[in-house]
């Protein structure tokens, strides 16, 4: 029987297709970009708009925009640490919720 230390990790993955390499690149601006607006809300819904058609040209959805928004927000509490899990959670339940609105415009 192997040593569980001595057992392999499975790799991760390491390269990308160039579509994940957009979605991701797509991501990473909005979060940036509708942080920054969080205290502009009539220019952050603009920007979410423009944001939101590049994510439907992309195949995205409505129904995708909740599991969206909870990898988003495992990975961000995964990469803090647990115990920034809750006061982040609910600053990010509601950040989601003002985005969802904008970017669920099928």
Known sequence: RPDARSTPKPRARTIISDQEQVLGEQTWYMLETLIGLT???ETQQEKIFIICSNFYRRGMRSG???MFGDALRETIVDAAGPAMEDRFGR???WFWREISVGLMRD
């Open 39 to 41: 205290w502009e809300p």
């Open 64 to 66: 995708h925009i909740r």
């Open 91 to 93: 600053a990010w339940d």
